[in-house]
């Protein structure tokens, strides 16, 4: 049974007599307090800003689909909601258990802080360098299994543009995402309710800028001075015992750097199938505008539904122990209990679940907007992609009440589980449900 890694034993055995203190230190054991219209206000603002940012990444992802890199190695798409979701998941599992640790008062000392940070970060860069690595390989059988080739050079570059990307954007938005956990918690904000969505704000924005620009660049290196995409995937691989010798002295660190590759190199895997969908339909002429709103529906939905993860994953941090689940929490894939039921969350799933339609009609306006629509999308496209929109966070707000509790009670640690499978699954739905509308207004003639 994996303990948490980032809370110490202590508060786990704190947790199990927590039952019987819980009617004389009730705030403390259950978290910080909020009303509906703080929990809103908070969840809203870094909502907005994450939407702003998946929109950008969109409308950058338009622009950059016609580079020359993009049209001879159609696979670099592929690569896209590959890298996109395995960068949202080291962020997003990194916030949560942070602000699990900050909630749980356990960074309140300076040295168990900085060293808590230290570990978590040395670790995001080792796992980013590896998933980047392995994500270049698996969109390479990917694209052998659809094509049926795949030249060595284009690997070469995969792999180059795909390591370098995420070492890169790890490293840049570790940093802002210790910022804004610590800071919030100063301003006596939940962080449960700001980080995962402020970490992957404009963090698709930053990675898919990082990716198309080292793509056309070592694109450009690729004909006469191939050694030197040699040259970085071997600095890149040199790094890697750096990082296993630095996460490796932290405690908290140590037991992720054993057990924590199983869920976000299987969130990399269904990534990388959404990828193949998305890349599979942009290749049909009739359907290419679905590459704009592709980041848009996948990065809302898995911001909104790493919150609820998050906040679910405190709740039980702070007063169950591994594998003790609250009455009425025990029974799966019950949508009237995730929405209705009389748990802790139940609030909070409807209010994330009422955000998608508004949040939505903004997005896709503000895109007609920017690509130089003078009128209004057309009705039927509006219904079709709210409802896609709708259908998958839905999904996802349900599937994540089951699946951190069902983490939960065998013992491993929801922080680091449930957000890479979660965000996954919603690239998958979103990818798909979008492939749908739009395959079906391509079908009634819609343009």
Same mark, same amino acid.
Request: hydrophobic residues 50%; proline residues 4%.
């Given at each position: 049974?994996?303990?948490?890694?980032?809370?110490?034993?202590?508060?786990?055995? =704190?947790?199990?007599?927590? #039952?019987?203190?819980?009617?004389? %230190?009730?705030?403390?054991?259950?978290?910080?307090?909020?009303?509906?219209?703080?929990m809103v206000l908070q969840i809203l603002v870094p909502f907005v800003l994450?939407?702003?940012?998946?929109?950008?990444?969109?409308?950058?992802?338009?622009?950059?689909?016609?580079? %020359?890199v993009f049209q001879e190695i159609s696979e670099i798409l592929i690569l896209?909601?590959?890298?996109?979701?395995?960068?949202?998941?080291?962020?997003?599992?990194?916030?949560?258990?942070?602000?699990?640790?900050?909630?749980?008062?356990?960074? %309140?000392?300076?040295?168990? #802080?900085?060293?808590?940070?230290?570990?978590?970060?040395?670790?995001?860069?080792?796992?980013?360098?590896?998933?980047?690595?392995?994500?270049?390989?698996?969109?390479?059988?990917?694209?052998?299994?659809?094509?049926?080739?795949?030249?060595?050079?284009?690997?070469?570059? *995969?792999?180059?543009?795909?390591?370098?990307?995420?070492?890169?954007?790890?490293?840049?938005?570790?940093?802002?995402?210790?910022?804004?956990?610590?800071?919030?918690? #100063?301003?006596?904000?939940?962080?449960?309710?700001?980080?995962?969505?402020?970490?992957?704000?404009?963090?698709?924005?930053?990675?898919?800028?990082?990716?198309?620009?080292?793509?056309?660049?070592?694109?450009?290196?690729?004909?006469?001075?191939?050694?030197?995409?040699?040259?970085? %995937?071997?600095?890149?691989?040199?790094?890697?015992?750096?990082?296993?010798?630095?996460?490796?002295?932290?405690?908290?660190?140590?037991? *992720?750097?054993?057990?924590?590759?199983?869920?976000?190199?299987?969130?990399?895997?269904?990534?990388?199938?959404?990828?193949?969908?998305?890349?599979?339909? =942009?290749?049909?002429?009739?359907?290419?505008?679905?590459?704009?709103?592709?980041?848009?529906?996948?990065?809302?939905?898995?911001?909104?539904?790493?919150?609820?993860?998050?906040?679910?994953?405190?709740?039980?941090?702070?007063?169950?122990?591994?594998?003790?689940?609250?009455?009425?929490?025990?029974?799966?894939?019950?949508?009237?209990?995730?929405?209705?039921?009389?748990?802790?969350?139940?609030?909070?799933?409807?209010?994330?679940?009422?955000?998608?339609?508004?949040?939505?009609?903004?997005?896709?306006?503000?895109?007609?907007?920017?690509?130089?629509?003078?009128?209004?999308?057309?009705?039927?496209?509006?219904?079709?992609?709210?409802?896609?929109?709708?259908?998958?966070?839905?999904?996802?707000?349900?599937?994540?009440?089951?699946?951190?509790?069902?983490?939960?009670? #065998?013992?491993?640690?929801?922080?680091?589980?449930?957000?890479?499978?979660?965000?996954?699954?919603?690239?998958?739905?979103?990818?798909?449900?979008?492939?749908?509308?739009?395959?079906?207004?391509?079908?009634?003639?819609?343009?």
């Amino acid at each position: 049974i994996e303990s948490d890694p980032l809370l110490s034993d202590e508060l786990l055995n =704190v947790s199990r007599f927590s #039952r019987s203190m819980r009617a004389k %230190d009730a705030q403390v054991s259950s978290g910080p307090t909020e009303s509906v219209c703080s929990m809103v206000l908070q969840i809203l603002v870094p909502f907005v800003l994450a939407g702003l940012g998946t929109v950008s990444a969109g409308m950058l992802l338009d622009v950059v689909q016609s580079w %020359d890199v993009f049209q001879e190695i159609s696979e670099i798409l592929i690569l896209v909601p590959a890298i996109l979701g395995m960068k949202g998941n080291l962020e997003m599992t990194m916030a949560s258990r942070l602000s699990t640790a900050v909630n749980a008062r356990k960074t %309140d000392s300076t040295k168990e #802080r900085w060293m808590l940070i230290g570990g978590n970060l040395a670790l995001k860069q080792l796992q980013a360098t590896v998933l980047g690595l392995l994500a270049s390989l698996m969109v390479t059988l990917l694209g052998w299994m659809a094509d049926g080739q795949m030249p060595f050079s284009h690997i070469v570059l *995969l792999c180059s543009t795909s390591v370098s990307t995420t070492f890169l954007a790890s490293l840049l938005q570790g940093i802002v995402v210790v910022g804004v956990i610590f800071g919030s918690k #100063r301003m006596g904000i939940n962080p449960d309710n700001v980080a995962t969505p402020i970490a992957a704000s404009f963090g698709d924005l930053i990675t898919l800028s990082l990716l198309a620009c080292f793509s056309q660049w070592f694109y450009s290196f690729m004909e006469f001075y191939p050694y030197v995409l040699y040259l970085v %995937d071997l600095l890149y691989l040199c790094l890697i015992p750096v990082w296993m010798v630095i996460s490796s002295k932290h405690p908290a660190s140590h037991i *992720l750097l054993r057990s924590g590759w199983e869920p976000i190199i299987t969130a990399m895997v269904i990534s990388s199938i959404g990828g193949l969908i998305l890349d599979k339909t =942009v290749s049909d002429p009739n359907l290419i505008g679905i590459v704009v709103y592709a980041p848009v529906i996948n990065g809302v939905g898995g911001n909104l539904v790493s919150v609820q993860a998050s906040r679910i994953s405190t709740h039980l941090h702070l007063n169950y122990s591994p594998g003790e689940l609250p009455v009425g929490s025990r029974s799966c894939f019950n949508p009237f209990q995730t929405f209705f039921g009389s748990g802790a969350h139940h609030r909070s799933a409807q209010v994330l679940l009422l955000l998608v339609l508004p949040g939505q009609l903004i997005f896709v306006h503000i895109i007609h907007v920017i690509k130089g629509g003078l009128t209004l999308p057309s009705l039927l496209f509006t219904v079709l992609f709210l409802s896609a929109s709708l259908t998958q966070v839905f999904l996802l707000l349900i599937v994540a009440d089951c699946l951190v509790h069902c983490l939960w009670r #065998r013992g491993k640690d929801p922080d680091s589980y449930s957000i890479p499978y979660l965000t996954a699954l919603g690239d998958l739905l979103g990818t798909a449900l979008l492939s749908l509308a739009f395959l079906l207004l391509w079908c009634i003639g819609n343009s």
